[in-house]
């Protein structure tokens, strides 16, 4: 139980000791200790009043009974080493991680620097969003995804009793405002763009082009295709990996090496689908105008071989560096991709991303069921697949009213088991 008591009158080290006024005026000290028992830490907390020291104790048994109890250690830890430690914990890819340390460089510590977290409320955060968007340029949906972290970053927090509660969770519907907004922002190439890029890009890389455009891959899974991935034979090509910049750096050997590695998580690698089990995939069709363009460059600059080892994994790669002496890393591609748009005359900003918008556009255009297009494209909610592209769509409700229209009208023979089982998600 806490005690509460004045040291003038107790303490014999204490400047006013001994004080023999009842009605002194000195300080009161609550002396407790934090759950645990014997084994709990004892603290002090010194008020003014006596009143003020009585609703301090209740506080804290009330909360020691409650299992609320919070240490005044959490409450004071800086923001920015909570962050930290929000980083190393848990199973994070390596993309993840170094997202999350770029975010926690430029986001964070600029703003927060040492701030308690205890002593971070909603307002804050509402002043550290305008603050993103109007004094450092970004975009409002860039600034909501910061958030989101670092509402993820509050929520590891409140588990481990450093704070009580989440003020992160003030602010949602701004967060769905910011994302609608983002989804009017995608952008297409045409085929004649397309084509003029990739036939402007050197021999060795205009394939990778038509990978993105005819299959959907993201750059980083185009870069990491294998012969082992294709199966010629089903028409299906299997992805399973990608090439990021978020890999181990070895330790660095000389002067030179220690500046090049002077940030984590800077080397080039191959690694499986983020967010994906080591043995999970997608398997995505294989359009024979792909498939003869594959051949022929397989024919023409064969495959690249990679043997496991740091940030590696074997297979025969269909790109390579431009000597040929290790794999096809993202600058490469940005200047190979900057230069080719250049050089077809094209003053849109096309980017490579605008080749998967492409694919996915054009085959929900054309049909294409948005629950098989989102497993091409690696989505797990088709929800995101349907937000994301719904503006291609356009007449899917007349095509529902034609199919309706023609069952009523008895102008379409209709034939349906009167049962049948289905899985269905619990929710």
Not at 334 to 358: P, S
Request: charged share 30%.
């Amino acid at each position: 139980m806490a005690r509460v008591f004045q040291k003038c009158k107790e303490d014999k080290k204490h400047r006013n000791f001994p004080c023999t006024a009842a009605r002194c005026g000195h300080p009161w000290t609550v002396r407790y200790r934090e759950p645990g028992g014997r084994s709990g830490r004892q603290r002090e907390q010194t008020f003014e009043k006596k009143g003020l020291a009585d609703q301090f104790v209740a506080k804290v048994e009330r909360e020691k009974d409650l299992g609320t109890y919070i240490a005044p250690s959490g409450f004071l830890t800086p923001l920015v080493n909570v962050y930290r430690e929000f980083i190393t914990s848990g199973g994070r890819v390596g993309g993840t991680r170094y997202q999350y340390e770029t975010s926690l460089r430029l986001h964070i510590e600029p703003y927060f620097q040492r701030q308690p977290i205890g002593a971070i409320k909603p307002k804050d955060l509402d002043d550290w969003l305008r603050w993103m968007v109007r004094e450092r340029g970004y975009r409002e949906s860039t600034a909501i995804n910061r958030y989101e972290t670092l509402s993820g970053v509050f929520s590891f927090a409140v588990a481990n009793d450093y704070i009580t509660k989440n003020p992160c969770h003030h602010v949602r519907a701004s967060r769905q405002r910011a994302k609608r907004r983002a989804k009017k922002t995608i952008k297409l190439p045409t085929l004649a763009e397309i084509e003029a890029i990739a036939t402007h890009m050197p021999g060795p890389y205009q394939l990778l082009a038509w990978l993105m455009a005819g299959c959907g891959l993201r750059v980083g899974e185009a870069t990491a295709v294998t012969l082992q991935q294709i199966d010629f034979e089903a028409g299906m090509l299997y992805v399973d990996r990608q090439i990021t910049q978020d890999g181990e750096n070895e330790v660095p050997k000389s002067k030179r090496q220690r500046a090049i590695t002077k940030g984590r998580g800077r080397a080039h690698t191959i690694r499986h689908l983020k967010w994906r089990d080591y043995d999970e995939g997608r398997g995505v069709p294989l359009p024979r105008t792909i498939e003869a363009k594959v051949r022929e460059h397989i024919r023409r600059y064969g495959t690249f071989r990679v043997e496991t080892g740091l940030n590696r994994m074997e297979g025969d790669y269909l790109f390579a560096n431009v000597g040929r002496t290790n794999i096809l890393m993202y600058s490469l591609v940005d200047r190979l991709w900057r230069n080719a748009r250049a050089a077809a005359g094209i003053t849109r900003k096309i980017t490579t991303h605008w080749l998967r918008h492409f694919f996915a556009s054009a085959g929900l255009a054309r049909g294409v069921p948005v629950t098989d297009m989102a497993e091409w494209l690696g989505h797990r909610d088709p929800k995101v697949t349907l937000q994301t592209y719904a503006h291609v769509m356009p007449d899917a409700p007349d095509r529902l009213r034609t199919v309706m229209d023609a069952v009523f009208n008895l102008e379409t023979e209709l034939s349906l088991p009167l049962e049948f089982e289905a899985i269905v998600e619990s929710v």
